[in-house]
C-alpha cells in the first residue's frame, strides 16, 4: 500500500500519466518536458512528480494491484458511455508499436518498418461508428494477430454488458473455426478478410457469373459462394470482390487475369458484396 504521508497520492500519479498521454506523451521520459509546467503544477496542487517517479509507481502498481488493468477497463467503459451509439459496430485491430530499448515485454517480430527491432503487438478494440476504444490488451511483439483473439473478444463482451453489437469487422490476421463459432453463438453478425490461398482461388476460377458493380475509373465485380477451409469445421458464405483498372476510357478495354486484383470476405451476413 502507498503511505498515507507520501508527497504524491495515487490519484495524483495517475491524473499526471492521463495529462500527459493526452499531450502526446508517448514513453515515461517525455514527461520531463511537463515537470515545470506552470499550469500542470497548479492543477496538481503545486508540484508534479520526476518523471523517473512515475517507473516507480507503475511498478509498485503492478505488483499490489494486479486488478487494476480491468479495473481501468471498466473505468473506461464509464467515461465513454455517454459517447457511444445505441447499437455498437465492433472493429477488431492489432498493431505494432517499435520500441528503441529493452522495454519489459517487448519481443522481435514481424515488423516491416523497422526489421529486426523490438516490438510490442497490442490487441485493439474499437467502436465504428464513434472510433472510441473499447478495449485493449499489450502483447509482446512476436505473437501473431490471432494469439488470444478469444479471450480479448470475450473479456470485451464482459465490458460491455447488455450493449446491443450490430456486427463485427476484422482483418485477415484474425479467423478460425473457434473465432468464428463466437461470433455466431451470440448470433452477432461479422465481416472479416481472408487470406488469399491457393485453394481458394482455384475454387473461385470456378466461379462465371460476376456481378459488375462500378464500370469507371476502376471496374468493381463480385460473387457469392459457399466455401469451407481445411480448418473449418463448416461451410460459410464467402464474398469475393475483384477490381481492375481502365486506363482508356473511350475505348473498350480487354481485361486479362492478370490485371484482376482479388479480395475474399467471410461473413454470416447476407449482403451484397458491393456493401461488405
Given amino acids: 500500500m502507498k503511505q498515507s504521508n507520501s508527497l504524491f497520492a495515487l490519484h495524483r500519479i495517475l491524473l499526471y500519466l492521463i495529462i500527459g498521454w493526452i499531450l502526446g506523451c508517448e514513453r515515461l521520459f517525455h514527461f520531463r518536458q511537463y515537470q515545470h509546467d506552470s499550469l500542470i503544477r497548479r ?3 503545486g ?5 523517473s517517479l512515475l517507473y516507480k ?6 505488483k499490489t494491484r494486479p486488478t487494476l488493468p480491468l479495473e481501468l477497463k471498466k473505468l473506461n467503459q464509464q467515461v465513454i458511455a455517454p459517447c457511444l451509439p445505441s447499437e455498437l459496430i465492433l472493429d477488431l485491430d492489432s498493431t505494432v508499436e517499435t520500441v ?7 519481443e522481435v517480430g514481424a515488423n516491416s518498418h523497422k526489421p529486426g ?6 490487441l ?6 464513434s472510433r472510441l476504444c473499447l478495449n485493449a490488451v499489450l502483447r509482446a511483439g512476436n505473437v501473431h494477430s490471432s494469439r488470444n483473439a478469444g479471450t480479448f473478444v470475450a473479456e470485451t463482451f464482459d465490458l460491455l454488458g447488455d450493449r446491443p453489437i450490430k456486427y463485427a469487422r476484422f482483418d485477415k490476421g484474425f479467423g478460425g473455426e473457434d473465432f468464428y463459432q463466437l461470433w455466431e453463438s451470440r448470433k452477432i453478425g461479422y465481416v ?5 490461398t491457393q485453394r481458394l482461388q482455384n475454387e473461385v476460377k470456378l466461379c462465371r457469373y460476376w456481378k459488375r458493380f462500378v464500370d469507371e475509373d476502376w471496374i468493381i465485380e463480385g460473387i457469392t459462394m ?9 461451410a460459410r458464405r464467402i464474398v469475393v470482390i475483384r477490381k481492375a483498372q481502365q486506363f482508356d476510357e473511350e475505348q473498350k478495354q480487354m481485361i486479362l487475369e492478370t490485371d484482376w486484383q482479388y479480395e475474399a470476405i467471410v461473413t454470416n451476413l447476407e449482403w451484397e458484396p458491393i456493401d461488405i
Fill in 43 to 45: 492543477f496538481l496542487g
Fill in 47 to 51: 508540484r508534479c512528480p520526476h518523471h
Fill in 226 to 234: 459457399i466455401y469451407k477451409a481445411t480448418s473449418w469445421k463448416k
Fill in 57 to 62: 509507481e507503475l511498478d509498485r502498481l503492478s
Fill in 100 to 106: 528503441y530499448g529493452n522495454q519489459q515485454g517487448a
Fill in 124 to 129: 485493439l478494440a474499437f467502436e465504428g461508428q
Fill in 117 to 122: 527491432r523490438k516490438s510490442y503487438h497490442p
Fill in 192 to 196: 472479416g478478410r481472408l487470406k488469399w
